[in-house]
């Protein structure tokens, strides 16, 4: 290893120690093709910076996202989540970041209160329901279809 290696090396170290979102080369083809969805993205994004993907349709922004989350894996390239493989703890990852899609689709029909029953079931965490219902005000025994997206 030469110098350049080294500080190239040390470069990264610190990057990865002060950036809450830092990708290296990200890149993503599809089939046989090799076509681009995203094309060696290095970011580095600081902790309690504020970003945006911005961009036509076709840009990459939601593969950008799905790789971050490792709901798709890299072609090529490396992505850190507060210093945490994207890929490798992804499991880690998940336990601090927070997904929620904008083509998100519920049934319509049950109500809030029927559809935080069922998550709850799913997952136990305790007192998170209280929290939600107070933070979110939004009428539970309403049927989803007559909320508000933003409900």
Do not use: W
């Amino acid at each position: 290893m030469d110098c350049a290696d080294l500080l190239m090396a040390a470069c990264i170290l610190i990057s990865i120690m002060a950036a809450s979102i830092l990708t290296t080369q990200l890149t993503k083809y599809y089939g046989q093709e090799k076509v681009a969805a995203l094309d060696s993205l290095s970011i580095s994004i600081e902790p309690g910076e504020v970003y945006g993907f911005l961009g036509a349709n076709g840009a990459g922004k939601s593969t950008t996202i799905r790789l971050l989350l490792n709901f798709l894996h890299p072609t090529t390239g490396t992505a850190l989540i507060m210093g945490l493989d994207s890929v490798k703890q992804s499991v880690e990852v998940k336990k601090h970041v927070g997904y929620l899609s904008g083509d998100v689709a519920l049934f319509t029909k049950p109500t809030g209160n029927e559809l935080l029953n069922y998550l709850g079931s799913l997952h136990t965490v305790t007192g998170s329901r209280k929290l939600l219902e107070q933070r979110f005000e939004a009428d539970l025994d309403k049927p989803l279809g007559n909320l508000s997206k933003g409900n």
